[in-house]
């Protein structure tokens, strides 16, 4: 299968999810985000790597996608800025996402308690579904900087 421009190209506005020191995402990735108002968009081009012998996106590729949209468009959206642990996480795959497909994946948070957040989102190709999960997260330890908007967002300019 010959990869055209458009099946590597990352659509305007969005640019990479910077991690600091995520080893796991590095092999995975990478990961890219744009902000939409205040809303988190996270976007994903699909490789030859993240297949099963089907030709389309493995499961758990999904499933790390899906975590990661869950905890990053959380973060984006309450501004809590916290390391967050997922406490649950479902997953149902509504239809393939073949090699070259851009992904894009947002969140809405549904309720904030004190101690855990309820959010659910969905990956879509082209405007459909592929993919909808919900969550059950925890934050973690203070507000930290590095879990802020400027994952996608980095601030401009010298110093």
């Known amino acids: 299968m010959t990869t055209t421009a458009s099946q590597t190209a990352v659509p305007d ?3 990479p999810v910077l991690f600091a020191n995520n080893p796991f995402l590095e092999q995975v990735g990478p990961l890219f985000g744009r902000l939409d108002g205040k809303d ?3 976007g994903f081009r699909v490789e030859t ?6 030709g ?6 999904l499933m790390t ?3 990661m949209l869950l905890i990053l468009g959380t973060n984006v959206q309450t501004e809590v800025h ?15 996402a073949p090699a070259g497909s851009w992904l894009e994946g947002r969140v809405q948070v549904l309720r904030t ?3 855990l957040i309820f959010v659910q989102g969905t990956l879509a190709l082209d405007g459909a579904a592929v993919m909808r ?3 059950i997260l925890k934050p973690v330890g203070e507000s930290d900087p590095r879990f802020a908007r400027r994952r996608i967002d980095p601030p401009t300019g010298h110093g």
């Open 13 to 15: 506005g969005f640019k």
């Open 40 to 42: 988190f968009v996270l």
């Open 49 to 54: 790597r993240h297949c099963n012998p089907g």
């Open 56 to 61: 389309t996106c493995h499961g758990g590729m």
């Open 65 to 67: 996608l899906a975590d």
């Open 82 to 96: 916290r390391y967050m642990t997922t406490v649950s996480a479902t997953v149902d795959f509504l239809a393939p």
């Open 113 to 115: 308690t004190r101690s």
């Open 133 to 135: 999960t919900s969550g």
